[in-house]
């Protein structure tokens, strides 16, 4: 076989399967909207609604998506189910206000959300938001809520 074909060959068949890709998540700016609040050292819920939002993009199964608290940017992927995916983010010394009256230098905020697609438009999951400061305990807090994410308010098809 020559070079030429091969090469085709191999480039017809990395096309064909970056489009049967197993996900059916669209792509998009989502609503992140609690469900449940497990844990909330410091009301972090309460400080940061309006700004619980991805902005998920998918290339394979790569995930990023930029996040709405600290300007966050996750990275994670679609799992082998193809109807799950994972993604993790942190930022460094970020000052911010916790109990909304504590100012704080953090070392570290981390996230990391896990999610199964519902539909097209929707997916729920859960996520782990911890402040971290190593010189005060007053500042070191976490957030673990389960959510569904919503693309602008557009409902599942078969859902009344």
């Known amino acids: ?11 017809l068949l990395a096309s064909t399967l970056a489009g049967c890709l197993p996900y059916s998540q669209n792509e998009g700016v989502y609503e992140l909207i609690p469900t449940e609040t497990l844990r ?20 394979g199964r790569v995930v990023r998506a930029d996040f709405g608290v600290q300007n966050m940017q996750l990275l994670g992927y679609v799992l082998e189910d193809g ?9 460094a010394n970020v000052s911010t206000t916790v109990d909304g009256t504590n100012e704080c230098l953090l070392d570290q905020v981390r996230v990391h959300l896990d999610a199964t697609t519902v539909c097209a438009t929707k997916f729920s999951g859960q996520m782990r938001l911890a402040y971290d400061a190593n010189n005060n305990t007053d500042c070191t807090c976490e957030m673990w809520i389960r959510f569904d994410g919503v693309q602008g308010n557009t409902r599942c098809e078969g859902n009344p």
């Open 1 to 11: 076989m020559s070079t030429l074909r091969r090469l085709s060959l191999t480039a």
């Open 40 to 59: 909330d050292d410091c009301g972090l819920l309460e400080q940061f609604q309006g700004n619980l939002q991805l902005n998920l993009q998918i290339a």
């Open 83 to 91: 109807e799950a995916f994972t993604a993790d983010g942190s930022v």
